[in-house]
């Protein structure tokens, strides 16, 4: 391998500009290169026909980010990481461009579906498993997008008018926790961050390479650098993809002095460094997995992310019970169960069917189509469809939203389903008492028209190929759901902060400032449709014997969850802190710890959680830097935000930061 001194200037311009669309520049062969693909929940790659058409090649679609994090086991996220490493593997792929950890602001956010939490410390622990899948199998990732990338609405110029203070605790954690995993490069995001181009933001990139100690290498999103020349002195390493013109004003720009060797060699070095790192990292890696055991894990992981978000005795579902199943997403396209954009998958199973997984599991199954996704799609054989709900035992609507509603370069344009779904779910439902709602889309959605006229409803969410198999256990109880939302579902938009705050003429200004999600929906008291980190279970749990036990700079938490029921199950515990008397402003509580457990019929487990001093910090705009008050703080364990089963108090008295 070269070091950046054996290089010429020319050559060293050339390396921070990329090769194409996918690859690093290697000079003809003369340098080692990598190559790069989409994307976070399956491999998007392209290739060329016979008679020259440009066609996706089919691979493993993985359930959505959003699923994941619903998963909450870091497990599943290793797992995930693991599977895609190895589709790399196959296709010669050096670095996947994920995982995205942009924070849910804004439940609209067109690309919610491909992050992971309205929480930075859910979103930054999964990403931080999921980056170690992957690079502990040979393959880098590109942790996207940095940032403060929380809309897709003219993204490539609007501004996110952010304090530091809300960057530090909100916008950049997940970042900092992923970082621990050590991604071997990071990916800038389109958007400004007050005011300049996320492409030369050197401030964010200091923090991200003297605090949170990155030392990959950075890339810009495609076609997000506007001024090569400021984004090289920022520490932007590789523009992508290759844009001649830039090229070109480069090369002008270093002729007239304006960029120094220090910059240009600083870039070119972590380039270098970067190929090095990655070609080092696959030594030795091979393939340990067929397909098929890869998309049976991409099924495992959909049914621990599927989320039982209401259950009025209907699930599980009866043996042999009839079952009328309606919608179109129960036979759904890949499109209706996924997200559009470079996240996009082409997939290798061909077919979902939903009715056919149900009949294969010992129901009397009937299916009508009868509305397809939006409202152009009329509620076709309503008739048909209503007086067959009204003879099953049990009717079950499948809705949702898609690639036509969710998706990259825009946002959502209303929290609610299409009218014609909502429909379909208000006239079945009146026909039968019994009905159960599953829900396939990539985000929260605004339950209110319809949610009281159902006795459940089944989260789906874009569960990927594996999503017929995996709901179809669900409803007849040969999976236990143990999902839980990585995202509040308000009631509707009005309630939402994000959607109340200032954004007009390129500026978004993010006034609702730690405000985000339950934080802000715990501090005001404000009533949600399912709160973050709720999901229900076919067995139920008991809570007992807290103690928070403080020892140098770590409080260690323990407690006991019982399974009081007769069914085996898996619970997901949620630690919150909240400090009792601050200084000053805090959100009600915040989420600092969780673990998922399994736990046996009438068995009894002891969970222990450790929170390190930074669980009760906040970053002090009086002095640069995170502090621990000394005082009271409450350590809250729940079964979701709104559940809190035990409390404890512990006295800090000492600033350990
Ligand atoms: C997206 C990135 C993606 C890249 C390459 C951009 O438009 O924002 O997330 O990795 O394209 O496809």
Request: some cysteine.
């Amino acid at each position: 391998m070269k070091t950046v001194k054996e290089l010429s200037t020319e050559e060293k311009l050339r390396l921070i500009c990329g090769k194409g669309r996918w690859h690093t520049e290697d000079f003809g062969g003369k340098l080692p290169n990598v190559m790069v693909a989409d994307g976070p929940m399956g491999l998007r790659m392209e290739r060329y026909t016979e008679d020259g058409k440009r066609e996706a090649i089919p691979a493993v679609a993985y359930p959505a980010i959003q699923l994941l994090a619903n998963t909450w086991s870091t497990e599943c996220a290793q797992q995930m990481g693991k599977c895609l490493a190895e589709d790399c593997l196959e296709r010669g792929v050096d670095i996947l461009l994920a995982p995205g950890v942009n924070i849910k602001r804004d439940p609209l956010n067109g690309r919610n579906f491909e992050y992971f939490s309205e929480d930075p410390y859910l979103a930054g622990t999964m990403a931080e498993n999921y980056i170690d899948g992957l690079q502990s199998h040979g393959v880098g990732v590109c942790l996207k997008h940095f940032c403060a990338n929380n809309s897709e609405y003219d993204r490539l110029h609007q501004t996110s008018d952010v304090d530091e203070r809300t960057l530090r605790e909100i916008y950049y954690v997940p970042f900092e926790i992923a970082c621990k995993a050590k991604p071997v490069s990071v990916m800038c995001s389109y958007n400004r961050v007050n005011g300049t181009y996320a492409a030369e933001y050197k401030k964010g990139f200091d923090a991200l390479r003297g605090d949170f100690g990155f030392d990959g290498a950075i890339f810009s999103d495609w076609d997000a650098v506007r001024d090569r020349t400021a984004s090289a002195k920022a520490g932007l390493d590789i523009e992508m993809p290759f844009n001649e013109k830039n090229y070109e004003k480069l090369v002008a720009d270093y002729r007239a002095g304006k960029l120094s060797d220090e910059e240009l060699d600083a870039c070119a070095e972590r380039v270098l460094h970067l190929v090095a790192r990655c070609k080092e990292m696959r030594k030795g890696k091979t393939v340990s997995s067929t397909e098929k055991e890869r998309r049976r894990e991409a099924k495992r992981i959909a049914s621990e992310g599927i989320v039982l978000l209401k259950n009025e005795g209907v699930l599980p579902l009866a043996k042999g019970q009839s079952v009328f199943v309606c919608g179109s997403f129960a036979k759904a396209s890949p499109g209706q169960l996924r997200g559009g954009g470079s996240a996009c998958v082409r997939w290798v199973k061909e077919k979902f069917d939903l009715p056919e997984e149900l009949s294969a599991r010992g129901f009397a199954v009937d299916y009508e189509k009868a509305f397809l996704i939006n409202d152009t799609g009329a509620w076709q054989n309503a008739r048909t469809a209503v007086l067959k709900a009204g003879r099953s035992d049990v009717n079950v609507v499948c809705v949702g939203t898609g690639d036509g509603i969710e998706y990259e370069d825009g946002d959502r344009k209303t929290l609610r389903l299409p009218a014609v779904q909502e429909r379909a779910i208000l006239d079945t439902a009146a026909q039968n008492p019994n009905t159960v709602v599953v829900l396939f889309a990539g985000s929260a959605i605004d339950v209110s028209a319809w949610v009281d006229r159902v006795k459940a409803v089944v989260y789906a969410g874009f569960t990927g190929e594996g999503g017929d198999e995996a709901i179809a256990d669900i409803l007849a109880g040969i999976t236990v759901p143990s999902g839980k939302l990585s995202e509040t579902f308000p009631r509707s938009l009005q309630d939402v902060p994000a959607a109340n705050t200032y954004k007009r003429a390129g500026v978004t200004r993010y006034q609702d400032g730690l405000d985000v999600g339950y934080r802000y929906y715990d501090t005001y008291g404000v009533p949600v449709a399912f709160p973050f980190g709720h999901g229900l279970s076919y067995a139920s749990f008991a809570y007992s014997g807290l103690r928070a036990v403080r020892k140098g700079d770590t409080v260690t938490v323990t407690f006991e969850i019982e399974n009081t029921s007769k069914t085996a199950g898996k619970e997901v515990a949620q630690v919150y802190v909240r400090e009792c008397a601050p200084l000053v402003y805090r959100p009600f509580k915040e989420l600092k710890g969780y673990a998922k457990a399994a736990i046996g019929a009438g068995e009894k487990k002891t969970v222990r959680i450790e929170l390190p001093m930074r669980a009760f910090a906040h970053w002090s705009a009086a002095s640069d830097a995170w502090e621990v008050t000394e005082g009271d703080y409450e350590i809250l364990v729940g079964s979701s935000s709104a559940d809190i089963r035990l409390r404890a108090k512990i006295t800090l008295t000492e600033q350990q930061l």
